[in-house]
C-alpha cells in the first residue's frame, strides 16, 4: 500500500513478516534452515530498511538502505546478509551465534532535507527520539536511525557523534553541510514475543 507521496505503508503487523525474512536470509547463508513468510503482495514495492542486529543486547551489525530503489523483500534480504556478514566492523556472524543475535528492522520514510543558515538552526529542527539524521559534506556522509536518541538525548551530542562517524571532528561545521531527515517504523523479534 502506498500514500498519495508513493511511500509504502506497511500494515502494523508487517514485523510478522519482515522479521522471519530477514531472519530467513541469515539462515540460509549459514547453511541452516528458518521458515520464511508467505509472500505478501506489499514485499513487491519499493522500500527502504536497516537490519540491526544485537547480541547481549550490544550491536552486532547494522546496515541498511537509505533510498528505496527495489523490492521491499529484496532489501530486506541484502541488508539481512550484509549486516550479518558485511558489517566492517564486525567478524562475520558465526552458525553458533544465530540463535541468541536479536533481529530489529527500521523501515524508513522518505528524505527531507532541512534547509538551515548554521548549526544552531539546524539542531533546532532535530525532533529527539523521533528522527533519524543524515549528514553530507562532501564525500564525507554518516546516518543515525532514531534509536540512536535514546543513548544520545541532546541534539548536540547527536550531532556531534554524527560528524565524528562522517569522519569529521565533532565540533566541525561549515556552510556546505547537508542534513535530511526521516522517520522509521520498528520492529524487534523480542517485541513480537512478548
Not at 101 to 120: C, Q, R
Not at 172 to 179: E, I, N, P, Q, T
Request: aromatic fraction near 8%; charge should be negative; glycine fraction near 6%.
Amino acid at each position: 500500500m502506498r500514500t498519495e507521496t508513493g511511500l509504502l505503508v506497511p500494515p502494523q503487523d508487517a514485523g510478522t513478516v519482515l522479521l522471519p525474512l530477514a531472519r530467513a536470509a541469515i539462515a540460509r547463508k549459514l547453511g541452516k534452515s528458518h521458515p520464511a513468510p508467505a509472500e505478501a503482495h506489499w514485499l513487491r514495492e519499493q522500500g527502504a530498511c536497516f537490519i540491526t542486529l544485537k547480541h547481549c543486547e550490544k550491536l552486532r551489525g547494522c546496515i541498511g538502505t537509505l533510498r528505496a530503489h527495489r523490492a521491499l523483500a529484496d532489501d530486506v534480504t541484502a541488508n539481512a546478509e550484509a549486516a550479518a556478514f558485511r558489517d566492517p566492523r564486525f567478524k562475520p556472524l558465526t552458525a553458533s551465534e544465530f540463535e541468541t543475535v536479536e533481529v530489529e528492522l527500521s523501515l524508513l520514510s522518505a528524505l527531507e532535507p532541512l534547509t538551515f543558515t548554521g548549526e544552531d538552526e539546524a539542531l533546532a529542527q532535530l525532533r529527539a527520539g523521533r528522527d533519524g539524521v543524515v549528514f553530507e559534506y562532501g564525500h564525507h556522509s554518516s546516518t543515525f536511525l532514531p534509536q540512536v536518541w535514546e543513548e544520545l538525548r541532546e541534539p548536540v551530542e547527536f550531532m556531534a557523534h554524527l560528524k565524528y562517524k562522517a569522519g569529521l571532528p565533532p565540533d566541525f561545521w561549515d556552510a556546505g553541510v547537508k542534513l535530511m531527515r526521516y522517520t522509521v517504523s520498528k520492529w524487534r523479534e523480542s517485541d513480537l514475543r512478548a
